[in-house]
């Protein structure tokens, strides 16, 4: 739970919702002044550039300011591509102890009841939106040090950053443990199993078997994909694009390690799923079968369509569509293919995907006006959102030609950065069933050389190209000739 302030004239605490929806999240800082204050340049009232000293200036609290949310999210999110946050963290709590005197031998009690609130409300924000910034213990020690010094005010800060420090623990101790806990994917790929296409089909267990109804799977996607996007921070979309900052010549913010590590495992697991899907079309030795399959996926994709997860959609449609699966002329002619055709329809390229991205703003819709976590879901094609992220900050400079900070390209960044944060926070309002979790992360996948090879087997290669292919996969992984 959020850690609540309850000081006169405090601002609300932070709640995911407030800070990031929409209607909450607002693009624009306000000001009622044009031109140039504070070092922080407006246009039209809203904040568009300004030097990064400034910056930090501006998210500094004092006893009669405090910054917006929507200006606190986007500049903790985008500071990272010049400063690194254990940095930016030392130089707001030097600036307030310099503004707030807070060396003094004697400190002024009655100001710093005003400030501390404040600064106590700045460090739970922080704390609450990127937890895994405090994973170093240089920000951890940066937080107590600020708490010491404005405690002896009052008994109470004591207590606020026991408080604070324990949602700290427990958030990041939630998801480390949620880390481990996600079934590991199974890497081992099984191109051997093409064998069994002549044997038995007992041997190897299939989708059908573990789960043969397509709004069961559907749902089971749905856990997995909002399972792994929980663990998903923010500034991972950031650190993704990570460049050499042209005005630090010494080095790159997060040099040593990109942080983006459930990112990826994220698309690791959108990639398992296309091949999985492949793997269970191709490895049925007869047509009826590969038809049934491909039939009982297309009402995983609808199902996953009406759910809001567009994410296993996306990867249900993209394992039809590679070639060893979509070459299969006989066993298609055996499927009923208007559904899978309006499915493809609605994730067609075209346009810069214009049919997926309206589908979206109806999900999206759905979810602010929603009743129910049922009603809530909205898993987005996430290698579009990646892409989309990477143009928008390939598209526009992070500094403009006077060595300015760009805010309006971060304003834009953080308005898409926090409607997915949103979105991820969703609680998944379906039953877990271990069984078919567990055989989506564990079931053996082909290669795409076991899927031509499974594909070749099951219809005959029909030109002089797919008959050396076929020879040539039959001899290195079946060692026949």
Known sequence: MPLLLQQEGMPQTLTSTSMFTPCGFSPHLHTSKEGEQGGLIFQDGNLTSASLDALIQHLIPT???????AYIFTFLLSSRLFIEPHELLSRVCHKCIEQQRLDDPVLDKARIRKFGPKILQLLTEWTETF????????????LKDMIH?????????????????QALNQKLATLSHGQEGIVKISTAVSDKLVAFKTKPPSIQREILSVCSDPYTLAQQLTHVELERLSHIGPEEFVQAFVHKDPLDSTKTCFSEQKKTSNLEAYV????????????????????KQRAQVIE??????????????FNSLMAIISGMNMSPVSRLKKTWSKVKTAKFFILEHQMDPTGNFYNYRTALR?????????????????????????KDIYFLNEGCANRLPNGHV????????????????TWKQVECPFEQDPNIIHYLHTAPIFTEDGLYLASYESESPENQTEKDRWKSLRSTILGKT
């Open 63 to 69: 006893t009669d300011y405090y910054p917006e949310k």
């Open 131 to 142: 937890p895994y910034d405090f994973q170093e213990e240089r920000m951890i020690g940066h």
């Open 149 to 165: 010094r404005i405690a002896p005010c009052d008994e109470a800060y004591w207590k606020k950053m026991n408080q604070l420090l």
């Open 268 to 287: 690791k697991w959108f990639n398992r799923l296309c091949y999985l899907v492949a793997t269970e079309i191709c490895m049925p030795a007869k047509k």
């Open 296 to 309: 009982f996926f297309i009402d995983v994709a609808r199902e996953c369509f009406n759910i809001g997860n």
């Open 362 to 386: 109806g999900a999206a819709h759905r979810s602010l006006t929603a009743h129910s976590n049922r009603e809530k879901i909205v898993i987005p094609f996430f290698s579009l959102l990646i």
């Open 406 to 421: 760009n805010f309006e390209k971060f304003l834009e960044l953080a308005k898409q950065v926090g409607e997915f944060i």
